[in-house]
Nanobody, 126 residues
Framework: VQLQASGGGLVQAGGSLRLSCAAS??????MGWFRQAPGKDRDFVAA????????HYADSVKGRFTISRDRAKNTIYLQMNALKPEDTALYYC??????????????????????WGQGTLVTVSS
């Protein structure tokens, strides 16, 4: 499985960016985004459970970020609006291969996902 994330960059506070993550090679039951700020642990950002299309967000990004998908392309997107300096981080996309949909309580857990992209850097200046 290969995950290719793109779309990071430098943006001013209040601006927008759109991240993309293309997956190849397998069937997926969920895909998501995590982020890791300098000196901090990696945190959940958003996820999409493939079969139902349900979306899930961290409280810190709810209302500002939107996760979407293109099933035909096995691609997910993260539209990030109203960016804040605290959104600065390395953003990783992740995928859960196979057909077993993770239960709701697990979509935020790193252990749910078995494939990870290389990360794309988002820097938000104040």
């Amino acid at each position: 499985v290969q995950l290719q994330a793109s779309g990071g960059g430098l943006v001013q506070a209040g601006g927008s960016l759109r991240l993309s993550c293309a997956a190849s090679g397998r069937t997926f039951s969920a895909m998501g985004w995590f982020r890791q700020a300098p000196g901090k642990d990696r945190d959940f950002v958003a996820a999409n459970r493939w079969n139902s299309g349900s979306t899930h967000y961290a409280d810190s990004v709810k209302g500002r970020f939107t996760i979407s998908r293109d099933r035909a392309k096995n691609t997910i997107y993260l539209q990030m609006n109203a960016l804040k300096p605290e959104d600065t981080a390395l953003y990783y996309c992740a995928a859960r291969t196979g057909q077993v949909t993770p239960i709701l309580s697990m979509v935020r857990e790193e252990s749910t996902y078995d494939s990870w992209g290389q990360g794309t850097l988002v820097t938000v200046s104040s």
